[in-house]
């Protein structure tokens, strides 16, 4: 009986204290995770190496990054090194994940995801590009899909399983369906919300050993910002709703994969070849997960898959 008990205890506030280590943690390892990049651009600079093109690369890529891009780096090191211990926590088992169908049921679930989650995202892109919101970069090669299948299948496969996977499974084991979702929801949409404001930046030189707990302020600052709550946090909300929502009907995670990396191609996609030319808020921001108007495209093709998925 106790651990049964145990086994249904309250998973949403382990998964909360796990996300706030995780921030913390970073806040504190992104310092000494800057001043090693800088000592290994130094080292590598004056090394024997240094013509080679892997050696070049990585110059090139440490002279690019800014303090940001280290905190970036340090809440994904803490989550990676932190995770283990939280799944023991909670007691991870293999009932958490949901039922795969035949492999050519949940090949169709997928590609009938993927194609009206990107078919309908680049519509709208196209839409505002013909109103004059974006313009063609001038280096655009149509072709150039690389980045954009890479980042659509990880985030489609990765995020899944963790979120609507292990985490949508851990809610369910203490809450209703309905609060689950939410809650699942909630911390989906948070975790993508959680990264320094676009734009802002600690210069090289003024960085200290609290400039992690700077960047944890600006993001909480974010917060206050209602035109961004309703640009951005809403539109992540959605598409997190939309997805457990798809997970719960199906019983599978197919659908949702499809839908997620959909989304994801057509946002790196149309932001490869466009730049924002002319302000369109409330309607569209700098992409195509900002504003009014990605916010109601994700709900409509949650709302088209939804009805596709049921009559199938």
């Known amino acids: 009986m106790q651990a049964a008990s145990h086994n249904r205890a309250p998973a949403l506030p382990k998964l909360l204290l796990y996300l706030l280590a995780v921030m913390l943690g970073g806040a504190l390892l992104a310092v000494p995770l800057f001043h090693l990049g800088k000592a290994g651009h130094v080292w590598l600079s004056a090394s024997s190496l240094r013509e080679s093109g892997l050696v070049v690369w990585l110059l090139g890529e440490i002279e690019r990054a800014r303090f940001t891009r280290y905190f970036n780096r340090a ?3 803490c989550a990676i090194m932190l995770i ?8 991870l088992d293999r009932s958490l994940l949901p039922v795969w169908r035949p492999f050519g049921t949940g090949l169709r679930q997928w590609a009938l995801g993927f194609a009206l989650a990107s078919g309908l995202l680049l ?38 399983f963790f979120f609507r996977g292990l985490l949508l499974g851990l809610l369910l084991r203490t809450m209703s369906a309905r609060s689950a979702l939410l809650a699942g ?56 709703w939309v997805l457990a929502h798809v997970r719960m009907q199906t019983g599978a995670l197919w659908a949702g994969i499809g839908l997620h990396g959909g989304w994801v191609f057509g946002l790196k996609y149309f932001s490869g070849i466009t730049h924002y030319h002319s302000s369109w808020l409330p309607w569209i921001g ?23 998925l049921r009559t199938r």
């Open 123 to 160: 519509i709208l892109g196209v839409i505002f590009f013909q109103l004059g919101a974006y313009q063609l970069r001038p280096d655009t090669r149509w072709w150039r899909l690389g980045e954009a299948v890479t980042a659509a299948l990880g985030a489609g496969i990765v995020e899944e």
């Open 185 to 240: 929801t909630f911390v989906f949409a948070l975790v993508h919300f959680l990264k320094p404001p676009e734009g802002w930046q600690i210069e090289d030189a003024a960085v200290t050993w609290s400039s992690g707990f700077l960047v944890l302020g600006q993001i909480a600052a974010s917060f206050g910002d209602t035109q961004f709550l309703l640009a951005e946090f809403a539109t992540l909300f959605a598409v997190g």
């Open 84 to 91: 283990w211990p939280f799944l023991r926590w909670v007691r």
């Open 75 to 77: 809440v994904l090191v």
């Open 286 to 308: 700098h992409n195509l997960k900002i504003g009014l108007a990605p916010l109601l495209t994700v709900l409509l093709t949650g709302w088209i898959a939804s009805h596709l």
